[in-house]
């Protein structure tokens, strides 16, 4: 069991250079690259013969090898091979290029599979340089691994054939109760079946089995994290504090939305429990006017608020927003970030100290510092589109469990977002505010760019102003076509608007010059502001009225629709253009999905529907691996399967403490560690 966990290079046949290769897809020992999953596999279960082969396209062939021709060995170091084969029906030829090895091994009168293109008319078929493998011991079901840079498919099965034979029952992580209940063969049974499926029915049931191991774990992982905020103390604040000088401030009225968030979150913070509360709610539909509410209620309860945004610009911005909500009612909020000077950080650090100062925004990075509070109780996070679970565990732990409110601009199906924040309550935002009308969103051709700019000018021409979104920085040769904002920006410059003030901003400029950039757009000293995607947690310009998207074909639809949501923030009415060359036919039908509507939700029950969940969970965040994503999104049966799973377990050990769950609760935590931190332990 031991080989398992010991460096990959200590596998027989991995050597130090594969071995790096290896770690780049953070492949760190034979158990990590068991959970390499196929991406697909090779169907060798139904050969065709050569004269039904479609041409062109790879398939199997079953066939016998005839005889052997004389190896070629041509001047320009190209060695023939040349063999005839059999399929039952027909003689064909087969062709190796310099593959003696090959070749040589090919025995004449055995069977073999040719998996490969058929070429040839209807006299002489033939195949040239078809993967070759035995019947009697080839893998009907052949795996295909993940692309990856000097690692093929071969190299892959050969190393995790190895790996495999380390398994041990011992392994195991799933009770057997809960096996037998839900029908799920053995971990070393999946495994196996993952990898060398002796047919589609042990194949189904090694995903089924892995796929519902891996939702058991993440919801298990969750739900402990759910019970444990649960069981802490907190900060009760006081039914009777009232928010009616806030609400009069206000320079608008509230939508019912907001209204019954601010309810349901001032009511969390008088439980003797930490809230642990998502605020979920579309671009633009006011999430910092609840913010400031509760930030409001907590100061008037003696306690310090901090928020934390993803980016310096945008903890600025909130710095802004929250001092036009709250100033009219006398309380300050500080700013802290990457720039704030030593001597000022030290001042404002020596005001949280002694509580002079109740409400902080700031970036993560900076508050999760050594910042000593006065009295914290209430952590506000803005993750914009990025979760994970891992650092909001590890926000927890910050100053005496504080109330948590996790702000997210993302929505997310219904089903995903009771995974993925399992460990929250949920209350959406699911109501813009009055007088905004909905963003009409066009997808056009490199053609239609022309006509474009026409329309972007006299919208620039009557005082608005518009974004346009590259993907990249700079010219790469690979990303030739890709509208690079630098080189963009500068022909836009010189030519289609040299008479309008033409900015630009991408994610390699340094934060200051950023926020420079963006207050000169929020000021209207810029006109058309060229940009990368760092745009997307962007400022809030309601004079901004056009968004036009190059390569729209590159993005998924979430970040499709936060682009599009810098836009329509103003009572003006505001156009999206989405310009892609794609003749994908998927790409399309994504794009006119943004064409159709404006609701988030509803954009992200298409994406589930097109894409899987895998832009849900942002694989990075806490590296599920693909299989999961796949079964799942084709098997949403699963997902409620696991969840009672997970709660009937949990119902009766709550923290996996019994011994029958000790590898279960093990499994739980390499899932959540993978990050490194978590607040599980
Ligand atoms: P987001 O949910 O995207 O963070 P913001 O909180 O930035 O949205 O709000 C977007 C804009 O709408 C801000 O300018 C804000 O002042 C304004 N706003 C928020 N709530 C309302 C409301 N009820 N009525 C009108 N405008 C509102
Ligand atoms: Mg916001």
Request: glycine letters at 6%; hydrophobic letters at 40%.
């Given at each position: 069991?031991?080989?398992?966990y010991?460096?990959?290079?200590?596998l027989?046949?991995?050597?130090?250079?594969?071995?790096?290769?290896?770690?780049?897809?953070?492949?760190?020992?034979p158990?990590?690259?068991?959970?390499?999953?196929?991406?697909?596999?090779i169907?060798?279960?139904?050969?065709?013969?050569?004269?039904?082969?479609?041409?062109?396209?790879?398939?199997?062939?079953?066939?016998?090898?005839?005889r052997?021709?004389?190896?070629?060995?041509?001047?320009?170091?190209?060695?023939?091979?040349?063999?005839?084969?059999?399929?039952g029906?027909?003689?064909?030829?087969?062709?190796?290029?310099?593959?003696?090895?090959?070749?040589?091994?090919?025995?004449?009168?055995e069977?073999?599979?040719?998996?490969?293109?058929?070429?040839?008319?209807?006299?002489?078929?033939e195949?040239?340089?078809?993967?070759?493998?035995?019947?009697?011991?080839?893998?009907?079901?052949?795996?295909?691994?993940?692309?990856?840079?000097?690692?093929?498919?071969?190299?892959?099965?050969?190393?995790?054939?190895?790996?495999?034979?380390?398994?041990?029952?011992?392994?195991?992580?799933l009770?057997?109760?809960?096996m037998?209940?839900?029908?799920?063969?053995?971990?070393?049974?999946a495994?196996?079946?993952?990898?060398?499926?002796?047919?589609i029915?042990?194949?189904?049931?090694?995903?089924?089995?892995?796929?519902?191991?891996?939702?058991?774990l993440?919801?298990l992982?969750?739900?402990?994290?759910?019970?444990?905020?649960?069981?802490?103390?907190a900060?009760?604040?006081?039914?009777?504090?009232?928010?009616?000088?806030?609400?009069?401030?206000?320079p608008?009225?509230?939508?019912?939305?907001?209204?019954?968030a601010?309810?349901?979150?001032?009511?969390?913070?008088?439980?003797?429990?930490?809230?642990?509360?998502?605020l979920?709610?579309?671009?633009?539909?006011?999430?910092?006017?609840?913010?400031?509410?509760?930030?409001?209620?907590a100061?008037?309860?003696g306690?310090?608020?901090v928020?934390?945004?993803?980016?310096?610009?945008?903890?600025?911005?909130?710095?802004q927003?929250m001092?036009?909500?709250?100033s009219?009612i006398?309380?300050?909020?500080v700013?802290?970030?990457?720039?704030?000077?030593?001597?000022?950080?030290?001042?404002?650090?020596?005001?949280?100290?002694?509580?002079?100062?109740?409400?902080?925004?700031?970036?993560?990075?900076?508050?999760q510092?050594?910042?000593?509070?006065?009295?914290l109780?209430?952590?506000?996070?803005?993750?914009?589109?990025?979760?994970?679970?891992?650092?909001?565990a590890?926000?927890?732990?910050?100053?005496?469990?504080?109330?948590?409110?996790?702000?997210?601009?993302?929505p997310?199906?219904?089903?995903?977002?009771?995974?993925?924040?399992?460990?929250?309550?949920?209350?959406l935002?699911?109501?813009?505010?009055?007088?905004r009308?909905?963003?009409?969103?066009?997808?056009?051709?490199?053609?239609?760019?022309?006509?474009?700019?026409?329309?972007i000018?006299e919208?620039?021409?009557?005082?608005?102003?518009?974004?346009?979104?590259?993907?990249?920085?700079?010219?790469?040769?690979?990303?030739?076509?890709?509208?690079?904002?630098?080189?963009?920006?500068?022909?836009?410059?010189?030519?289609?608007?040299?008479?309008?003030?033409?900015?630009?901003?991408?994610?390699?400029?340094?934060?200051?010059?950023?926020?420079?950039v963006?207050?000169?757009?929020?000021r209207h000293?810029?006109?058309?502001?060229?940009?990368?995607?760092?745009?997307?947690?962007?400022?809030?310009?309601?004079?901004?009225t056009?968004?036009?998207?190059?390569?729209a074909?590159r993005f998924?639809?979430?970040?499709?629709?936060?682009?599009?949501?810098?836009?329509?923030?103003?009572?003006?009415?505001?156009?999206?253009?989405?310009?892609?060359?794609?003749?994908?036919?998927?790409?399309?039908?994504?794009?006119?999905?943004?064409?159709?509507?404006?609701?988030g939700?509803?954009?992200?029950e298409?994406?589930?529907?097109m894409?899987?969940?895998g832009?849900?969970f942002?694989?990075?965040?806490?590296?599920?691996?693909?299989?999961?994503?796949?079964?799942?999104?084709?098997?949403?049966?699963?997902?409620?399967?696991?969840?009672?799973?997970?709660?009937?377990?949990?119902?009766?050990?709550?923290?996996?403490?019994?011994?029958?769950?000790?590898?279960?609760?093990?499994a739980?935590?390499?899932?959540?560690?993978?990050?490194?931190?978590?607040?599980?332990n």
């Open positions: 069991m031991n080989e398992l010991q460096p990959i290079e200590t027989s046949g991995v050597g130090e250079k594969r071995a790096a290769k290896y770690h780049k897809l953070g492949i760190h020992t158990f990590d690259l068991l959970y390499h999953f196929p991406r697909t596999y169907d060798f279960t139904h050969p065709v013969s050569v004269m039904d082969a479609e041409m062109g396209v790879n398939c199997a062939v079953k066939c016998r090898i005839i052997k021709m004389p190896e070629v060995h041509a001047k320009n170091r190209l060695s023939i091979f040349t063999m005839i084969a059999n399929d029906e027909t003689d064909f030829t087969i062709t190796l290029y310099n593959n003696p090895y090959t070749f040589r091994a090919v025995q004449v009168g069977t073999y599979f040719a998996y490969g293109k058929v070429q040839g008319g209807w006299t002489r078929r195949m040239r340089a078809p993967q070759l493998q035995k019947a009697e011991t080839a893998l009907l079901l052949q795996p295909v691994y993940p692309q990856s840079v000097g690692l093929t498919s071969a190299m892959m099965r050969t190393n995790i054939q190895k790996a495999l034979s380390y398994l041990e029952d011992a392994m195991e992580t009770p057997t109760a809960l037998e209940e839900y029908r799920l063969i053995s971990l070393q049974k495994l196996q079946g993952i990898h060398r499926p002796a047919g029915e042990d194949l189904e049931a090694a995903r089924r089995r892995l796929a519902f191991e891996e939702l058991l993440f919801q992982g969750t739900l402990m994290l759910r019970h444990r905020s649960r069981t802490q103390t900060y009760a604040m006081s039914p009777q504090t009232s928010l009616d000088d806030f609400f009069c401030a206000l608008f009225s509230l939508t019912g939305a907001q209204q019954r601010i309810a349901a979150i001032t009511k969390d913070l008088c439980t003797e429990v930490p809230m642990n509360r998502l979920q709610g579309d671009v633009g539909s006011g999430k910092t006017a609840v913010a400031a509410a509760a930030a409001a209620f100061a008037k309860n306690f310090q608020t928020l934390m945004a993803p980016t310096e610009i945008l903890a600025r911005q909130h710095l927003t001092t036009d909500f709250l009219p006398g309380m300050e909020a700013l802290l970030t990457g720039s704030t000077k030593a001597k000022e950080k030290r001042e404002i650090k020596k005001k949280i100290a002694d509580g002079t100062v109740r409400i902080v925004i700031g970036t993560h990075a900076v508050i510092q050594d910042i000593t509070f006065f009295k109780g209430l952590v506000i996070t803005d993750e914009q589109h990025r979760f994970g679970v891992s650092q909001r590890a926000l927890a732990e910050k100053g005496g469990h504080p109330h948590k409110l996790v702000m997210s601009a993302t997310i199906p219904r089903t995903l977002a009771l995974i993925i924040y399992g460990d929250l309550d949920i209350t935002l699911d109501e813009l505010p009055k007088g009308l909905p963003i009409q969103t066009f997808a056009v051709t490199g053609g239609y760019r022309e006509r474009a700019y026409g329309f000018k919208h620039l021409d009557a005082g608005e102003q518009a974004y346009l979104v590259c993907s990249m920085i700079e010219d790469s040769e690979q990303m030739e076509h890709l509208q690079a904002a630098e080189s963009y920006a500068e022909k836009l410059k010189s030519g289609a608007f040299a008479d309008y003030r033409v900015g630009l901003l991408h994610g390699k400029m340094k934060p200051q010059d950023k926020d420079a963006m207050e000169q757009m929020k000293e810029i006109d058309l502001l060229v940009c990368t995607t760092v745009v997307e947690v962007g400022v809030d310009v309601p004079n901004a056009i968004v036009l998207i190059e390569d074909d998924g639809l979430a970040q499709l629709h936060q682009l599009r949501g810098r836009v329509g923030r103003g009572s003006l009415q505001s156009y999206c253009i989405l310009v892609t060359e794609s003749k994908n036919e998927e790409a399309r039908e994504r794009l006119k999905i943004m064409s159709r509507t404006v609701n939700f509803t954009i992200a298409e994406d589930l529907r894409r899987g969940p832009d849900f942002g694989s990075a965040q806490h590296g599920m691996p693909p299989l999961m994503q796949a079964a799942f999104s084709s098997n949403m049966p699963l997902v409620s399967e696991t969840q009672d799973a997970a709660r009937k377990i949990l119902e009766r050990d709550s923290q996996l403490s019994e011994k029958h769950h000790a590898s279960l609760r093990l739980v935590l390499r899932l959540f560690r993978k990050n490194g931190e978590n607040g599980l």
